[in-house]
């Protein structure tokens, strides 16, 4: 196995056929041999944390954060956040899951974290997301917190851009690359 890609976007290029992955941006949690898990950082869905605590029948939560749909495999809620006490899983420094719906109800109520929650989420069987990078896929670039919570709105442009300069610039004199490749 190459080496793992947890605390990677996964951003999905023109190559990608799965309607479901289209201009997404995947944040690895975990890639082991076994298989891999990731949630869809840049797709929204039209429910807030307070609608969901109401449809699941927990106690009341204000929060109208919105709900990301973390990809089409089912699965537990997965909060993404920053509050290493409720961590389950590290994903990279600063940055954690949990999947527990006691820690996920702490999170989502904690005014000083930042969170993002996840309905579904985005997995591979072993051997899986290698034969789809080796396809081209997937494009990979290291996550940060930041990013992981910029707009996502703009997300998959931004990691594209990124990782095109990445590829073109050791080949490109740093003077002759624009700061927005598209005013060239």
Known sequence: MTTSLAGHFLVASPHLTDPNF??????????????????????PADKTVR??????????CDCDDVIYQGGPVPGPL????????????????GLYTSIERDAVDQVVRQAKCQFRLFSGNSGWAGGQLEGELEVGGWLKWPASVDEFFSDPETLWDRLTS??????LAPKIDPKQVPKDPRMN
């Open 78 to 93: 997965v909060a993404v956040h920053t509050l290493s006490k409720l961590a389950e899983h590290e994903v990279l420094p």
């Open 51 to 60: 609608e969901v605590w109401e449809m699941i029948d927990a106690d009341p």
């Open 162 to 167: 990124k990782i095109g300069v990445s590829i």
């Open 22 to 43: 289209n201009k997404t941006a995947v944040l690895m949690l975990q890639h082991e041999e076994q298989g891999a898990l990731g949630v869809i950082v840049n797709r």
